[in-house]
């Protein structure tokens, strides 16, 4: 018969055909971790995954790169002297006694073709292994032949960029070498700032994404790109969740690059005045394994193989040395930042209903004392 705004818990469960209760005190299991000096060097933010992780290639000299289906390429043959295979005797001696093949596309086989040495396997292999493959073929038939293949039109080795990029398209890798950065340029550069932009590099059916930033930041994870990658360059603002006795509540973003909790507590209005407890202010968020164990939390409790944990992190803004600590916290994306009431709020929203109560009743009373005696005039 109350105004509500929808069912009640009773309602829920009742009306519910089937339902599957948990016998455990809590959904589940975590650890809490005070903020201290002793926690904050081992915080550092792992991001979404590692290129050079997952594909390796961060360092060293750049891949090769291979011939393949649809280059164009030009054979030449050189022989020492006159009257060999290719060199006519009427010719004469002269430097440089060669003759250049007509260009030929790599068919789909990855195959072309060369006069008096038949099919040569191309596709997948080297400039320099094709040359010598010809120079074997030939060795019996031209004079001291040498052969040298040039690579006109490069097609098979190329990248695709896409996403929020300049001038999304497909490119063609330098024989050099071109990291993840030189072809994010190469498309016209990222249109959003580093620190909300992230890539995704997808090879051979495997993908793999970094923050933009940690291209830059972590040169080992500029790894270089090889034919056939398809590079996804888009972007995501990182945000935070505020609940509790903050003077706001809701999703922020974080709007620059490095956010840690005392700028996260100042962007949820900071603590309500009369209602936080300033000593129990939390950042729930689902932390390694590895960082926790350097952090000497117990986590016997959990199993072993899990290496993500549920992790409450605690401060006291009553110490005046917590805010220098906050200042060194990190925040991450889609850390919840979250502010208990204190202790005597819960007191004062019980005397307030109370108060309410005995208030209504006493008024009951007045009203009907004051009823009473309105009858009583009435009758005189």
């Not at 006069?115 to 073929?137: F, H, M, S």
């Not at 949820?268 to 202010?281: K, S, T, Y």
């Amino acid at each position: 018969m109350l105004p509500a705004a929808g069912p009640g818990d009773g309602a829920i469960e009742g009306g519910a055909s089937a339902s599957v209760k948990s016998a455990d005190a809590v959904a589940l299991k975590y650890a809490l971790v005070d903020i201290g000096s002793g926690i904050l060097d081992f915080l550092t933010d792992p991001g979404p995954g590692s290129l050079y992780g997952s594909f390796g290639g961060g360092r060293g000299p750049s891949p090769e790169l291979q011939i393949g289906v649809g280059d164009i390429i030009q054979v030449s043959i050189f022989e020492s002297a006159a009257g060999g295979l290719f060199i006519p005797n009427e010719a004469g001696s002269r430097p440089g006694n060669f003759v250049t093949l007509p260009q030929q596309t790599v068919d789909k086989a990855g195959f072309i073709s060369v006069p008096y040495a038949g099919l040569i396997r191309a596709g997948g292999r080297t400039l320099a292994q094709v040359q010598r493959e010809i120079e074997q073929k030939l060795v019996n038939r031209a004079i001291e032949p040498q052969a040298i293949v040039a690579l006109v039109d490069q097609r098979s080795n190329e990248v695709t960029v896409v996403g929020d990029v300049g001038a999304p398209k497909k490119l063609t890798l330098n024989a050099g070498g071109d990291r993840m950065l030189d072809v994010i340029a190469k498309a016209g550069g990222i249109v959003h700032p580093g620190y909300e932009t992230y890539v995704t590099l997808q090879r051979r059916g495997k993908r793999a994404t970094v923050f933009f930033n940690s291209l830059i930041e972590r040169p080992v994870e500029n790894i270089f790109a090889v034919p056939g990658d398809t590079i996804y360059v888009y972007r995501e603002q990182r945000a935070f969740l505020a609940f509790g006795a903050t003077g706001l509540s809701g999703q922020f973003k974080f709007e620059q690059e490095r956010l840690n909790l005392s700028d996260a507590v100042g962007k949820a209005g900071g603590l309500m005045d009369d209602r936080a407890d300033p000593g129990q202010v939390f950042v729930y968020r689902v932390e390694n394994r590895a960082a926790l164990e350097k952090m000497g939390v117990d986590l016997a409790p959990f199993d072993p193989d899990q290496k993500k944990i549920p992790t409450i992190f605690r401060t006291n803004f009553r110490d005046p040395s917590s805010f220098f600590a906050s200042q060194k916290f990190p925040m991450r994306d889609a850390d919840i930042v979250y502010v208990s009431n204190a202790d005597q709020v819960e007191l004062f929203k019980f005397l307030s209903l109370v108060t309410g109560v005995t208030g209504a009743t006493a008024q009951v009373g007045s009203d009907a004392a004051s009823v009473k005696s309105s009858i009583r005039t009435l009758r005189r």
